[in-house]
């Protein structure tokens, strides 16, 4: 049962109202143009601690400050380099993060203990209305996770919010309803304490805009680098079913490919984008779909080549169940 409100009109006054909301402690969860945030005051330890109880999320993985654009950056950070600016310059508002050395404002309930900080300036009319209003009774920023379960499918959906974790949620808490995301998969995470940026997790913002954006070359492989978030638990974006990439599907597994690719007798359709975009737009609410159905399996034909494909291909390597045991330890910790 839900204790939340959920508000379907985002007007200017429920913006303002549920900027408020946060401002009090409360818990907001807000669309992004990559997938839905839970949002909390980022400088009120006691609601940033109520976002890890609602996702059942361990309390030393960093937390995303978002705000209302890069002049706020600064507040955040201590250290911001020539090629960071650039960066922010060119792809805010826009599906990036930017990992900075922490300034005094980022708490250790925000960054898990760690000495850096992510901000992001989301692309999306509702967020940047909620950071105004935020803003404008003097807030700092909403840090705000995806508002998924700790381990699941990230939410593209104000509906998905709300049956993913009303649940955990009360009745001052809101959730924002602004629209299927258009971008689909989260932001690129990017690296920003060294000398060249380095990728951590790849998403709409590609390595050749970064490139071209900074001159610089990008550090690491993104598909095999090592990398300190939480989103690189091997078993993370995932589904109940078990998802199984680039094998023929049978009959009764859901089927996940580009549109040229024909759907075989018995199988479950569930999406056939047209370009690459498009398939990370409808990718996690596919998944979701799989759930609804009770399907026990959903077999992905992968998107090939450079771009978004990169940030899907992560997306479903983690969700798939190469790694059976390491998927279930997972499951067994969020019940
Ligand atoms: O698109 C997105 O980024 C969405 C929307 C809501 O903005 N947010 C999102 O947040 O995906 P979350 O918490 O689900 O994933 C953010 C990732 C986590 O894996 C976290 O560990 C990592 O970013 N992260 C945050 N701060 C970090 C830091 N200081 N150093 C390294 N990784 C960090
Ligand atoms: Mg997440």
């Not at 009109?9 to 549920?18: E, G, I, N, S």
């Not at 990559?34 to 005051?41: E, K, R």
């Not at 399996?297 to 390491?326: C, E, F, M, N, Y």
Request: include cysteine; hydrophobic fraction near 40%.
């Amino acid at each position: 049962m839900s204790h939340s409100q959920f508000v379907s009109k985002c007007t200017v006054d429920a913006l303002q109202a549920a900027a408020q909301t946060l401002l009090e402690g409360n818990l907001v969860a807000f669309p992004t143009e990559t997938v839905y945030g839970l949002g909390a005051d980022a400088c009120n330890a006691d609601a940033v601690a109520r976002i890890y109880s609602v996702k059942g999320r361990p309390t030393d993985h960093p937390l995303i400050v978002h705000v209302g654009s890069m002049d706020a950056l600064g507040d955040w950070a201590s250290d911001v380099p020539e090629y960071a600016i650039s960066l922010a310059r060119d792809f805010w508002p826009g599906p990036m993060t930017l990992i900075v050395k922490r300034s005094a404002l980022a708490g250790d309930f925000v960054t898990g203990g760690q000495d850096t900080v992510g901000v992001r300036v989301p692309d999306h009319a509702v967020a940047l209305g909620l950071l105004l209003s935020f803003a404008q009774i003097g807030g700092k920023g909403i840090a705000a996770p995806s508002a998924n379960r700790f381990g699941s499918v990230s939410p593209t959906t104000a509906q998905a919010v709300e049956d993913e974790l009303s649940e955990y949620l009360a009745d001052p808490d809101q959730i924002l309803d602004g629209g299927p995301c258009q971008v689909g998969v989260e932001s690129t995470i990017i690296d920003c304490t060294g000398d060249v940026p380095r990728i951590l997790r790849p998403g709409a913002v590609t390595v050749a805009m970064i490139e071209g954006s900074t001159g610089l070359a990008v550090v690491g492989n993104v598909e095999n680098a090592a990398i300190r978030v939480s989103g690189s638990l091997d078993s993370h974006y995932a589904p109940v079913a078990r998802v199984v990439l680039d094998q023929y599907p049978v009959t009764g597994q859901g089927f996940i490919a580009m549109e040229d690719v024909a759907t075989p007798d018995g199988v479950v359709r569930l999406a056939a984008p047209k370009t690459h975009d498009e398939f990370a737009r409808v990718l996690y609410a596919a998944l979701r779909t799989a759930d609804e159905q009770n399907l026990q399996t959903v077999v992905v034909a992968q998107p090939q080549g450079a771009g978004i494909a990169i940030a899907i291909r992560d997306r479903l390597k983690r969700a798939s169940w190469d790694d059976l045991d390491s998927k279930q330890t997972i499951r067994d910790g969020k019940q």
